[in-house]
């Protein structure tokens, strides 16, 4: 069975820290990584990550996947208010069919 | 505007009623699924289609039925076996290996 553990649960900072977020996978046949955010219904896209070692940028976000570890990781820097949210990752088997998620990690940012 | 769309937003059940929540989409994508989050946790799968009449069990699919008739359309019926049915419901649909876009959830609960 396919398995992503993320950690940590959750996390508070305040406003200019820089975080780090934790993705760990066992995928029979892994093909590409995935982080969404979700602030309180529907979960929006980040970033998809298929290549080990590359990392994916869009402004102060980041991410970068180790196959061999198995593991990924999401950076914020210079955090805002408006990064508080549940971040989530999940996992693509080989197929593409079955996207598995893991238990998100809820992200608290006070002023 | 293409999306997915979610109905009702909120649902109230009873005890041994079945009640059916809706999931259309016009983004002409293929695939669909249904995902269950219970407070604080991740997204467990439910059930998924690849294409139209054909569906499969994802992890946690006892007490939960399917139909995937239309190519836009993916109902979930949540029947009187489902013993703790209490949860927000997310449906999502993608084409290919691209990212899953996802509809704004129904939080069912049980009165």
């Known amino acids: 069975e396919d398995k992503v553990v993320q950690s940590p649960l959750s996390l508070v900072v305040h406003e200019g820290d820089t975080v780090t977020l934790n993705c760990s996978y066992e995928v029979t046949n892994f093909r590409s990584l995935l982080w969404y955010k979700q602030e309180k219904k529907a979960p929006t896209f980040l970033f998809m990550l298929?290549?080990?070692?590359i990392e994916k940028k869009s402004g102060r976000l980041s991410s970068i996947l180790d196959k061999k570890e198995l593991f990924s990781i999401l950076n914020i820097t210079a955090t805002q208010t408006g990064d508080s949210a549940i971040y989530l990752c999940a996992v693509y088997n080989n197929a593409g069919n079955m996207l598995t998620f893991g238990g998100g990690t809820r992200l608290m940012v006070k002023p | 505007d293409g999306g997915i769309t979610q109905s009702p937003k909120y649902l109230f059940r009873k005890e041994g009623q079945n009640v059916t929540l809706s999931c259309e989409q016009n983004l002409n994508h293929d695939a669909m699924y249904w995902y269950r989050q219970d407070p604080g946790q991740g997204l467990r799968l439910i059930y998924y289609?690849?294409?139209?009449?054909?569906?499969q069990k994802g992890d946690i699919a006892e007490g939960y039925s399917v139909s995937r008739e239309k190519k836009e359309s993916f109902p979930l019926t949540v029947t009187s076996a489902q013993k703790n049915p209490t949860a927000f419901y997310l449906c999502a649909s993608k084409q290919g290996l691209t990212e899953a876009f996802f509809g704004q959830g129904t939080r069912l609960t049980v009165v």
């Open positions: 298929t290549s080990s070692g």
């Open positions: 289609s690849q294409i139209v009449n054909d569906f």
